[in-house]
């Protein structure tokens, strides 16, 4: 079935979207992957504890592995000093093994089901955003946490329209252009549907509502997440323009902010891609 997706819209009709069947199809992945189901449901209730926690991802190797691998890895300045996953699980946080989880039960964890140079973007956000993050007064983890999942929403477009989606991101090189190109089409935008998503599975309101302010410029609540786009976009985008991250941040940031936080991003997301794919 296809509908139109506004009022006045003269363009092709476009593939019924539906945001509750897109859900849906996230549950029943997660059927497959039970144990990351599981995780996502428990990792934020009161009385789980790390002990908790790792005896549950103890039961899915591959997960288990990647959770110690970025335990270990230069990010948390732990390298070869975590042995236990329970220590591991202490060491990242309890948000950061629920993001895995959350990565694993919607197959972002499958490159080739990605739009392309989506980890290599993701990565980029995410550092960027975990980097900046004290300047904003937020956790580096929880900003991290939600660089690594922003992109879900892309991801689950991507899975429900594949073709529709390859013509947008040939068409538009820009993330807020493809935002925008997203809404017309779908009636949302995939940062709309990854908070849509996060909010469901019960993460907390004050990770899904950096996601619904970004492309408000005079919000400063977004001003982390478009600032870490903006970062993204100058390391992946070729022949980039570039917006003054002062404009992007509501004055929080200068460029001269940015230089150092562009380096760390190159030094780093290599190695956080692999953790979080479990590459060797």
Not at 35 to 57: F, H, P, Y
Not at 248 to 271: F, I, K, M, N, S
Request: glycine share 6%; net charge negative; hydrophobic share 45%.
């Amino acid at each position: 079935m296809t509908v139109t997706p506004f009022p006045g819209y003269s363009g092709p009709a476009v593939p019924m979207f539906d945001i509750e069947s897109i859900l849906a199809s996230i549950d029943t992945m997660a059927a497959q992957r039970p144990v990351a189901a599981q995780i996502v449901s428990v990792a934020n209730g009161e009385d789980t504890s790390a002990k908790e926690l790792s005896r549950i991802l103890a039961s899915d190797v591959a997960l288990a592995s990647r959770v110690m691998k970025l335990a270990n890895s230069a990010y948390f300045g732990m390298r070869g000093r975590v042995s236990s996953l329970q220590f591991a699980v202490t060491v990242v946080g309890f948000t950061t093994v629920r993001t895995m989880a959350t990565v694993a039960l919607t197959d972002l964890d499958d490159e080739s089901r990605l739009p392309e140079d989506f980890w290599l973007v993701t990565t980029s956000l995410a550092l960027a955003a975990s980097t900046l993050a004290p300047r904003f007064g937020e956790r580096p983890q929880d900003a991290l946490c939600i660089g690594l999942l922003a992109q879900m929403g892309a991801a689950l477009l991507h899975h429900n329209d594949p073709d529709g989606y390859a013509e947008i991101v040939a068409a538009e090189p820009t993330y807020t252009g493809r935002r925008a190109a997203e809404s017309r089409r779908y009636g949302l935008n995939s940062l709309r549907l990854t908070a849509v998503a996060l909010e469901q599975w019960g993460f907390p309101a004050s990770m899904t509502a950096r996601l619904n302010h970004v492309d408000d410029y005079h919000s400063i609540e977004g001003g982390l997440l478009r600032a870490a786009f903006e970062i993204a976009s100058r390391l992946t985008t070729e022949d980039y323009d570039t917006v003054p991250i002062v404009r992007l941040t509501c004055g929080q940031l200068r460029e001269d902010d940015v230089v150092p936080v562009l380096d760390q991003v190159r030094a780093d997301a290599d190695e956080l891609r692999r953790a979080m794919l479990g590459d060797d």
